[in-house]
């Protein structure tokens, strides 16, 4: 398995990545990439498997936010998820982030992935996404 960091302003890339979300979460409107945040695709004998993206926090200026992620069913369990919350992790070292935070609503692999790579729970005092969601937080390193 690959993991590399992809430009969305490639209509190649961006059809890709629509589809990879339509796929993977199918009950969630994708998001369209734009020129604040970082998208990587996995690939396994050349065909995309996963994708993820990370973007600056629109409420604290040292903190990266992991938006969106996920993992085409078929190659689910194999650790795609973790390698790609890694990969995140080092981008966000290298921008100067000193934060990640994200959050999952309804998602045991998901908030698994993260507390395997070393995030805690947290509340915020201003909860961003639905009643149910949990949050998470880790310190870059």
């Known amino acids: 398995m690959q993991i590399r960091q992809v430009d969305p302003s490639n209509l190649h890339v961006l059809s890709m990545l629509m589809k990879l979300q339509k ?3 199918p009950h969630d409107y994708p998001i369209f990439p734009d020129d604040k945040t970082y998208w990587w695709v996995a690939e396994e004998n050349g065909l995309p498997i ?3 993206c990370l973007t ?4 604290w200026s040292d903190t990266g936010y ?3 992620a996920g993992v085409i069913r078929q190659a689910r369990g194999k650790g795609v998820q973790k390698r790609l919350i890694k990969v995140r992790m080092a981008k ?3 921008l100067g982030m000193n934060w990640l935070i994200t959050d999952t609503t309804d998602n045991p692999p998901s908030a698994n992935s993260l507390i395997a790579c070393g995030f805690k729970m947290f509340e915020p005092s201003k909860p961003w996404a ?3 969601s949990l949050y998470w937080r880790r310190r870059i390193d």
């Not at 600056?56 to 409420?59: A, D, E, L």
């Open 92 to 94: 966000a070292k290298r």
């Open 50 to 52: 996963g994708f993820a």
């Open 56 to 59: 600056w926090s629109r409420r």
């Open 23 to 25: 796929d993977c979460l």
């Open 66 to 68: 992991l938006s969106r």
């Open 130 to 132: 639905n009643k149910q």
